[in-house]
């Protein structure tokens, strides 16, 4: 086996890379860093600034005499087109190549209607978002769907609760319209991303989301990358099946699954038995206001069900953070410190001596934020821009 040196292997997107990160900024470091000739750095640097994936920043600090041009990521130099949806809302955007958001939305969707119907309304959205922006300008897509995704093909997995969804192969749906790469994951997942990247990287790298809204689902971050699973089914915590759920029927076939009693579902369905009428979660939280004690009960039942659940999950995952999302969570104080107290009593204690259990910082915006880095960590690798070259 012959041994290459280093600067063999520094191909454009390596030099990208480095840009990005900030680690070699000018064409000096690039070479130093790198070991590469001259003319090879401004090779690549060319190629780069050609791709509009650079840009050259004169503006550097004045030492007299010529500062070295600053080579600079361009955010602008591209956009990505994500989408997260959930049961019943879409999030639709367009993001710059670092993530950010250049244009967003919020639809109501009924995502049970199936993709040929919402991903028609997704694609206009995009469409319109994208406004006098050339549709060459777009890069890649990125999508969370509520459907368990097998990534590697991605194509979507999920026989017993979406039938419409299931094995969906969306990528050339949507190539139709964007002929760019497409990633998808599920919801859940991309909300723990998103989550991940914008508030804890690299200060909690081992995180649990648990997403408790219409459903419940849960996206596991470990050593910093989301945890898919043999067939991209990791984290699904809302069909573990509770003790003394009453004996509620799950729409997956089995009995007290955590999603069939802690859900917004199970707490609004909880409340009409007892003679409440709520319609949606805003009137719960009416009722909370109002210090309605019945109602504090079931919520309280929700929380320690779903805290038994994530307590289980964290002595099997250490994770160092717990984020508590969705509207349920959002909307309740009390199931974020209801399930706290289940999850330090009911866990080992080395599993919680650090263990943070938080709400979600980001709100609905996490999946947003998560698509955008989905497709951007794969579009920007040095591999997928060398290969695009
Ligand atoms: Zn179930």
Redesign the pocket.
């Known amino acids: 086996m012959s041994r290459r040196p280093a600067a063999a292997l520094a191909t454009s997107g390596e030099v990208l890379r480095l840009i990005r990160t900030g680690e070699a900024v000018t064409r000096a470091d690039i070479g130093r860093v790198t070991g590469l000739s001259r003319p090879a750095v401004s090779l690549r640097v060319t190629e780069l600034l050609d791709r509009r994936l650079i840009v050259e920043d004169s503006e550097g600090p004045s030492t007299g005499g010529r500062p070295p041009t600053r080579l600079v990521f361009n955010a602008a130099g591209g956009v990505v087109l994500v989408a997260s949806l959930g049961a019943s809302r879409a999030q639709i955007a367009v993001c710059d190549l670092a993530g950010d958001e250049v244009a967003g939305t919020e639809l109501a969707v009924d995502v049970e209607e199936g993709p040929g119907v919402v991903l028609p309304l997704v694609m206009r959205t995009w469409e319109e978002l994208l406004g006098d922006r050339p549709v060459s300008l777009v890069r890649g897509v990125g999508l969370g769907v509520p459907a368990t995704v097998e990534f590697a093909a991605r194509r979507t997995e999920s026989a017993r609760i979406m039938a419409s969804w299931t094995g969906v192969a969306i990528p050339p749906i949507i190539a139709e319209r964007f002929p760019v790469p497409v990633f998808l994951d599920n919801d859940v997942n991309v909300i723990a991303i998103g989550e991940h990247r914008a508030v804890y990287a690299g200060e909690a790298d081992d995180l649990l989301f648990v997403k408790v809204s219409t459903r419940i689902g849960s996206g596991v971050i470990a050593g910093g990358e989301i945890l898919r699973g043999a067939l991209g089914a990791a984290g699904e915590i809302?069909?573990i099946p509770v003790r003394d759920g009453g004996g509620v029927l799950?729409?997956?076939g089995?009995t007290d699954?955590l999603?069939?009693v802690a859900s917004a579902t199970a707490i609004l369905r909880g409340l009409r038995a007892r003679g409440y009428e709520v319609k949606t979660l805003a009137d719960v939280v009416g009722l909370v206001r109002g210090g309605d004690a019945e109602t504090m009960t079931v919520i309280r039942d929700a929380a320690r069900m779903l805290g038994e659940v994530v307590a289980s999950a964290v002595n099997i995952l250490n994770p160092a953070v717990v984020v508590l999302g969705g509207d349920v969570a959002e909307s309740f104080p009390p199931v974020v410190s209801g399930v706290r107290e289940v999850v330090y009593r009911r866990s080992t204690a080395l599993a919680t001596r650090n263990l943070r259990i938080e709400r979600s910082r980001l709100g609905p915006g996490a999946g947003i934020t998560g698509c955008a880095h989905l497709v951007l960590d794969h579009i920007l690798s040095p591999e997928a821009v060398d290969l695009s070259s």
């Open positions: 809302g069909h799950c729409r997956c089995n699954c999603d069939s």
